[in-house]
């Protein structure tokens, strides 16, 4: 092949090359990017020695159910690949630079609170659940919960990587705002709410960047919607509804459709996240996680309903809406 160095190079289509870079500093968005960069924490500064010298002190029991509730969250908290997924994505679709930033500081908050699940687990019951041999039948149903769990995380990792080729990057993440809206509660309140001391800080750092991550969505759908087209804005009503199915696993309670679990396994679940609770981890009870929800689904139609896009019904909540149907597997965008 030769090539004609007198004219510019023609590029292959989804390069990263050539770049370009927008800055702006007095936006929002390179305001919250700076904040994200402020706002950094290291899960290695927790006293995970005061947390091992708490576990000594709880019954086999008690351990479990904190190293389940864990290990639940980590689905959704081993997010740092789907949004590494996007910061490629963002440099081959050309997104603008400072999403493209924005995108890099919440896969760097992901990896933490998946790593933050991971020390929690290895302090209460090393192991569990992979490396974990059960010694009565509710260990044994928690690991398999767990599994089961993990499962249907798996199950959308590749529908995940096909929605870049049919939708645009903020309709992916309309189901990530509404789950981070209601999470941003739940955190909060659980550093409030634990009597375990390393778990405080914890809380109190992963609400910090749930609050951010909410900032970015909320941002991103802001700038898209006044420019959206009546069928995205009925996807975006959809995506909605699909991220209160997706995310209710850990912050409300496990949804009745959709996924697919075994059918004793609300019954377990809901049984361990009130040994967890009673035992000072300060999971919030059942009428707080549906306040939560039912308060992020009023914060975001807020945002949302003056741009013409209308609010799902929730039944779950008592909420009254649009009929938006059956969410089926290929309605759910796993942004965790």
């Known amino acids: 092949m030769t090539y004609n ?3 510019d190079p023609e590029f292959p289509a989804n390069s990263i090359y050539p770049m370009t870079w927008q800055f702006d500093d007095e936006s929002l968005s390179w305001k919250l990017y700076s904040r994200a960069k402020r706002e950094q924490w290291d899960e290695d ?10 576990a000594s002190g709880l019954d086999r029991r008690e351990r479990l159910a904190m190293a389940y509730w864990w290990a639940v969250l980590s689905t959704f908290d081993n997010a740092a690949p789907v949004f590494a997924y996007a910061l490629v994505k963002g440099y081959e679709l050309k997104f603008r630079t400072d999403y493209r930033a924005l995108i890099s500081t919440v896969t760097s908050d992901e990896n933490r609170h998946c790593l933050l699940c991971g020390r929690a687990i290895e302090c209460l019951m090393p192991g569990f659940p992979c490396n974990f041999k059960p010694q009565n039948d509710l260990e044994e149903k928690a690991r398999r919960n767990v599994l ?5 995380g798996a199950r959308y990792w590749s529908a995940y990587k096909e929605a870049y080729n049919k939708y645009t990057f903020d309709v992916l993440l309309t189901s990530f705002m509404m789950g981070e809206a209601a999470a941003t509660t739940v955190f909060t309140e659980m550093g409030k709410n634990t009597k375990i001391e390393p778990f405080q800080q914890a809380f109190r750092n992963v609400a910090m960047d749930e609050t951010r991550h909410y900032a970015f969505t909320h941002l991103l759908m802001q700038e898209g919607l006044s420019e959206m087209s009546e069928e995205r804005k009925k996807l975006v009503t959809k ?5 209160f199915v997706f995310l209710s696993l850990i912050t409300y309670r496990p949804p009745k459709d959709f996924w697919r679990l075994p059918p004793d396994y609300e019954q377990i679940h809901l049984s361990l996240e009130d040994i967890a609770r009673d035992s000072g981890l300060g999971v919030p009870t059942l009428e707080a996680k549906e306040k939560a929800w039912r308060d992020a689904v009023l914060r975001v139609g807020a945002a949302v309903t003056k741009y013409g896009v209308k609010v799902p019904e929730m039944p779950e909540l008592g909420i009254s809406g649009e009929e938006v149907g059956e969410i089926t597997e290929e309605d759910i965008m796993p942004v965790f």
Do not use: F, I, M, P
């Open 148 to 152: 089961w769990t993990w499962h249907n």
């Open 45 to 54: 500064k927790l006293d995970w020695s005061k947390l091992k010298e708490v």
């Open 5 to 7: 160095y007198d004219r």
């Open 239 to 243: 995506q909605l509804r699909a991220g």
